[in-house]
């Protein structure tokens, strides 16, 4: 069984700083895959950044960043120099080498607030 | 644009009556899924289709029937739900290969769905 663990409900930033939401994961699979989505209001899932657990360098998507530590079983994003519009839920997800399709399994999300 | 539409966006039903909810990707993806999302809970998976086959039906009760006439849509038709049904369901497609990819998801906006 895969579990996705994010311990903080609610975040604050200011405007142009940065900031890290976390997440841990547990899985018995020797191969899977790290996901974050940020969903704003409009209900949408965004796809924002993806890390593979044979990746060996960090991934890098524009702003956003993944922090992945594979010994302690944590995959946090960061996000440099936000701005007002990142203002949304955030989401971690694990799919797991289990066969077809795409499943994934989510954490219960973090809600970013960007202050002025 | 999202590649994903979903139809209504807004869905309010008795517990007696019957409605559908639809879903159409403009990717050409090769799976499609239902998830559903309430408050405060993790996104859970409820069905995959994968090249249109049902590959997954996550113990959804039965007053959930999903549908998937092509790749390109996929319905979830709903009859005699629950007052715990209300939900926010978000449907997904991904491109799934033998060689095997991110498993990507792209989400559409979901059906917010209120039974009374």
């Known amino acids: 069984a895969q579990k996705i663990t994010q311990t903080q409900p609610g975040m604050f930033v200011q405007e142009k700083e940065a900031v890290t939401l976390d997440c841990t994961y547990d899985t018995s699979d020797p191969s899977y895959g790290l996901f974050w989505y940020k969903q704003p209001s409009s209900g949408e899932m965004i796809f924002l950044i993806y890390q593979g657990s044979y990746d060996q360098q960090n991934a890098t998507e524009g702003r956003y960043s993944l922090n992945f530590q594979k010994a302690r079983k944590s995959a946090n994003l960061v996000i440099s120099a936000s701005q007002l519009g990142d203002s949304a839920m955030y989401f971690c997800a694990m799919r797991g080498n289990t066969g077809t399709a795409s499943k994934l399994t989510f954490g219960t999300g973090t809600r970013l607030q960007v202050t002025l | 644009e999202t590649g994903v539409t979903q139809t209504p966006r807004h869905l309010v039903m008795g517990m007696t009556n019957k409605k559908s909810l639809k879903c159409e990707q403009h990717?050409?993806?090769?799976?499609m899924y239902w998830y559903k999302q309430s408050a405060k809970k993790p996104l859970e998976l409820m069905f995959v289709?994968?090249?249109?086959?049902?590959?997954e039906n996550n113990s959804v009760p039965s007053r959930f029937s999903p549908e998937c006439p092509n790749s390109s849509h996929l319905f979830l038709h709903l009859h005699t739900l629950q007052p715990e049904d209300s939900a926010l369901y978000l449907c997904?497609?991904?491109?799934?290969?033998?060689?095997?990819?991110?498993?990507?998801?792209?989400f559409g906006e979901g059906s917010r769905l209120t039974v009374l």
């Open positions: 990717l050409g993806h090769n799976a």
């Open positions: 997904a497609s991904s491109q799934e290969t033998s060689s095997g990819n991110t498993g990507e998801l792209f």
């Open positions: 289709y994968n090249f249109k086959e049902q590959t």
